[in-house]
Every structure is written in C-alpha cells, then in structure tokens.
C-alpha cells in the first residue's frame, strides 16, 4: 500500500455522476447532496427531551441531471417534523455517502459510514416555507426527481435558504473535518469533470488546507479492509412493526443520531451493531466514537438522543416498499428511537467492542489513531421507539416487544 492510496481509489461509482475526491470538499459536499435521494434532518421538537431527527426526500436541480445545490423537500402539512418546523425551523441536515449505490460508492466500499474517507456532510441553516414566488420552481425540482411525490396529497414545499446558512462540516478523509464558505458550496463543481486515472483533476475549487492532510498517517483503511459478502436478511411484513424496527436496525450499516449541540442541534453519522456480526441480532445499540469527536463530546454532556435509520440504503434502495420511490414514502420505512447514548459501563466494554469490530473489522484499525469509546443506547434508557411503514401513519412500538421481535422474516413477505 502507497502513503497516498487514500486519493488512488476509483472514484466513479456505477449509475452515480464522478464523484470528486476529498481534497475538493466544496464539490464533494455538492456531489453528495446531490446525488442523495434522502437526508436526516435534525430539529427541536415539541417533546422526547427536544429534539428528533426525521427522513426527508430532497432535491437540488431539475431531475438528475442538474444541480444548483439548494435543498428542497415536502413535507405533509400537521405532521409532526411540519409542526416543529414552522415553530421552529433551525436545523442541521446531513447526508452520507454509504447510502449511495448500496454502500459501494469508492471510498466506502469494504468499509462503514463512520470511517472518514466514507464521506459526510452535514448543513447548518434554517429549513422554511418555499416563499410564494418559488413554489414552481420547488415542485418543479422535487417532482422531476421525484415523480411519487406528485401524488402525495396535503404536502408543502420547503427549502433550505441559502441566505439561512451558517456553516457545512464535511469529513470526506483523515485528519479532521472540512469547513467550506457558502459561496465556495455554491460555486463548486457538482461533480467531478475530469480524471487523471483514478483522480479527479477538477483543481480550481480544491481547499488548499485539505493538502496537507494527506500523510503516510492517513493510509486509507478501506484498502486494507475486505468487503463482507452480507446479503439483506428477508424483510418482515409492515403489519409487524416491532419485527420491522429489529431488522432496519440490524440490517442498517449506520443511523444518524440527533443530539444536541451548543444552542442546536447536530445529526451525527455512526455506524452501528447489535450483535455479534451480521447473523447475529440482539436489537441493543452499539458505537464507537473517538473522544475528540463533536458527538462525543455533546452526547458524555447529554445523552438525550434519537436514533435514525430508514431503509432506503438497503439493497441499494430496493428494499421492500422502498424500490421505486424514495425514503420519506412512508412504505419504505424508518424507525427512531429515543433515549440516551451512553458511555458502555466498564464490565460491558469487552463484549461491545466485539460487536462492534465483527460487524466492522475496520474498526479494529480505528484505535491505532485515536481514543474511540464505545457507546451504547441501553434498553432501560429508551424512551420510544417509533416505526413509520405506511401511509396510516407512526406506529410506536414498546422496547419489550421490540427485544422479543424476529429480526427477519424467514421467508420473502409481502409488504
């Protein structure tokens, strides 16, 4: 393996536009929001300790073909993500690539969302009411890129105003997070133009400082990490939604966490376990996260928390209700769960780190870097657990019935 095999590996992903490497973060930040049918947006809410993190379906251009990098999404007007949001419409919005092309998008195949050349972005800003004079062109862009959204009834367009935004954390590497200005977001190629092999040449818009990191350091633990020949366990029927919350859960490389963070709120990317590997399900939550990472330090400060997964990025979106539409249709599916990530007690530790490094024997690389702890959301400090698997609306789901759940269906179902 060379120093620099971080930037040598391929970087075009089928049925995805080039994607930039990580010494472009402004183009890579656009690349993703881009080519991402869904992200989570974290907002206060009403109750549940004040904050919750929900699937929305975006779009950014006029189809899959164009991007102008402003976030639109619909959402069902009296829903609860629509209450908060017109009370309160700060937020952060964030995106990972290894919901891409079933987790093979370059850098992240063989590997898990959490690992840093596996990118993330998250968005700091306001999310409003499209205003009236650009209500045609935010139906224009979420119906062309996503036709079922013509059919769903008693929706409002709304957007990320760019004039909103404050800030954009982008880890698409090692050596720490990326912080691009909004102009550069928005002046950034949206994919990549041109190769030079395996690297994109697309200079003008590189980040000078994301040079440096690039050392013998920060060798890519993806090329040292075989890919997991893991298939999708049989999807349960959406008639039982505890079956179904156990096997989004155990199936799901990753869930974004909502926590809160300083006077807001932050979606961060953790890879998950529940078990010893992928045949094995326990339905308890396990992460790893590095003591200097942000959510770490906001969650040891407080541990109120809601988990987050949708099982859109299973089998490349082709999971049950999922295929042909997007994330935010309700049939789909997405679970949250709410309660407190905490440090692992002590004598759990051993037995945590085991899950964790069967399911991802990235991470037995991971502390050869850094301080990574893990946490876990402990079934007595669950709040509640919410599935949302058709049109009829949440079902919530007791952790007792949960836990005691079939974590797949034994044979192909109907949902």
């Not at 095999?5 to 930040?29: I, K, M, Q, Y």
């Not at 090692?174 to 030079?196: E, L, Q, S």
């Not at 007791?398 to 797949?408: C, E, G, R």
Request: net charge negative; hydrophobic share 40%.
């Amino acid at each position: 393996m060379t120093p620099f095999s971080l930037l040598l590996l391929p970087v075009v992903a089928l049925g995805l536009h080039p994607r930039p490497d990580s010494l472009h973060s402004s183009s890579f930040a656009r690349w993703l929001v881009h080519e991402s049918d869904y992200a989570t947006l974290s907002h206060f809410h009403s109750g549940d300790d004040g904050l919750l993190g929900s699937v929305i379906s975006i779009s950014d251009g006029n189809g899959y073909e164009d991007s102008t990098g402003i976030v639109y999404t619909y959402l069902e007007v009296g829903g609860t993500t629509y209450n908060d949001i017109v009370k309160n419409g700060k937020v952060t919005v964030t995106w990972s690539e290894f919901a891409l092309d079933d987790g093979k998008s370059s850098s992240c195949k063989g590997s898990t969302a959490e690992d840093p050349p596996c990118g993330r972005f998250t968005m700091f800003g306001e999310l409003t009411k499209v205003p009236e004079d650009g209500q045609a062109t935010a139906l224009k862009y979420l119906f062309a890129r996503h036709p079922v959204m013509k059919s769903w009834k008693n929706y409002e367009a709304f957007w990320i105003d760019p004039a909103s935004i404050t800030d954009f954390f982008i880890i698409a590497h090692y050596g720490g997070a990326a912080n691009p200005k909004v102009k550069d977001y928005f002046a950034a190629n949206w994919y990549c133009h041109k190769h030079i092999g395996h690297l994109c040449v697309d200079l003008a818009d590189a980040e000078p400082l994301a040079l440096v990191a690039a050392g013998p350091q920060q060798q890519s633990a993806v090329s040292m990490t075989p890919a997991l020949a893991v298939g999708v366990y049989p999807r349960p029927a959406s008639s039982n939604p505890a079956a179904l919350a156990r096997w989004i859960v155990h199936e799901s490389d990753f869930a974004v966490t909502t926590h809160h963070h300083g006077d807001g709120v932050f979606g961060g990317v953790m890879s998950i376990s529940d078990g010893a590997g992928y045949e094995d399900s326990k339905g308890v939550i396990y992460t790893f996260l590095p003591t200097m990472d942000t959510s770490y330090i906001d969650c040891v400060a407080n541990p109120h928390v809601t988990m987050t997964f949708s099982a859109f990025p299973l089998d490349n979106g082709k999971s049950g209700a999922c295929s042909g539409t997007t994330a935010a249709n309700p049939a789909c599916g997405s679970v949250t769960i709410y309660g407190q990530l905490t440090i692992v007690p002590k004598d759990g530790k051993k037995l945590a780190e085991r899950y964790l490094t069967e399911r991802h024997s990235v991470m037995k690389m991971w502390t050869l870097a850094h301080s990574f702890v893990p946490f876990w959301m402990d079934p007595a400090n669950i709040k509640r657990i919410v599935v949302r698997n058709s049109a009829d609306g949440d079902v919530e789901v007791s952790v007792k019935d949960y836990l005691a759940a079939n974590w797949h269906a034994e044979t192909l179902v109907s949902v």
